[in-house]
């Protein structure tokens, strides 16, 4: 099976911009999660969708938004950009009950 | 107070250690993850934990759910083993996850 992938890979914004994610997960796994990591703050959960449906959600400004696709991608969306969301960006995806499988990551900086 | 706690951030050790690695967390969880980040960014799962013991080769994790604390532990540790360790604890439904810090470990020949 082919693993998680992420796309872009590393992005450059500048602040105040928009950007959109996506991370296509493993084939028959309905739930994808997304994470932020910085030096700083570590991992951080943003949100979880599963079934086109966000299940759970982290505590981080609306700012940060995301979807899912009937086909299970998901995108997120980070919207007026501040430096302080540069970050690697991670997704994972999970078949019910089981362990979590994480993508390469999106390594976006804010300038 | 972060809801999941982790010991020691930094660990270095020579080939052929027995390495210990300590989480505690302070919330109900549905399980316990560990996971290791390799430089670069990867990041790959190594045990899912709802109690008791399990083992993949030289990495053993346990988990005491009435103490709330978990280890994961390496055997006969390598050079290769030298990574970032992370505990995650999943709450709820689904996939909700609260992060340790991380253990950064070294691993000298």
């Known amino acids: 099976k082919a693993g998680v992938t992420q796309t872009p890979r590393y992005l450059i914004k500048t602040r105040g911009q928009q950007v959109t994610l996506s991370c296509s997960p493993i084939s028959g796994h309905r739930s994808v999660s997304w994470y932020q990591q910085t030096p700083g703050q570590g991992l951080q959960f943003l949100f979880e969708y599963f079934s086109e449906t966000q299940r759970n959600k982290g505590n981080f400004p609306g700012r940060f938004s995301g979807r899912q696709f009937s086909n299970s991608r998901s995108e997120m969306n980070v919207s007026t950009l501040e430096l302080g969301d540069s970050a690697l960006y991670l997704c994972?995806?999970?078949?019910?009950?089981?362990?979590?499988?994480f993508g390469p990551g999106t390594r976006l900086t804010v300038t | 107070k972060n809801e999941v706690e982790q010991s020691p951030q930094n660990l270095t050790a020579q080939e052929g250690e027995f390495i210990t690695i300590n989480c505690s967390y302070s919330?109900?969880?549905?399980?316990l993850h560990w996971l290791q980040q390799h430089p670069g960014g990867g990041i790959v799962s190594l045990f899912m934990?709802?109690?008791g013991k399990k083992k993949h080769g030289r990495l053993i994790a346990t988990i005491n759910i009435q103490e709330k604390h978990s280890s994961l532990h390496i055997t006969a540790s390598h050079p290769r083993d030298s990574a970032v360790y992370i505990c995650a604890a999943a709450r709820g439904t689904g996939n909700q996850f609260y992060f340790g810090t991380g253990t950064s470990l070294t691993v000298i020949p």
């Open positions: 919330v109900g969880i549905s399980a």
């Open positions: 994972a995806s999970t078949a019910t009950g089981t362990e979590q499988y």
């Open positions: 934990l709802s109690s």
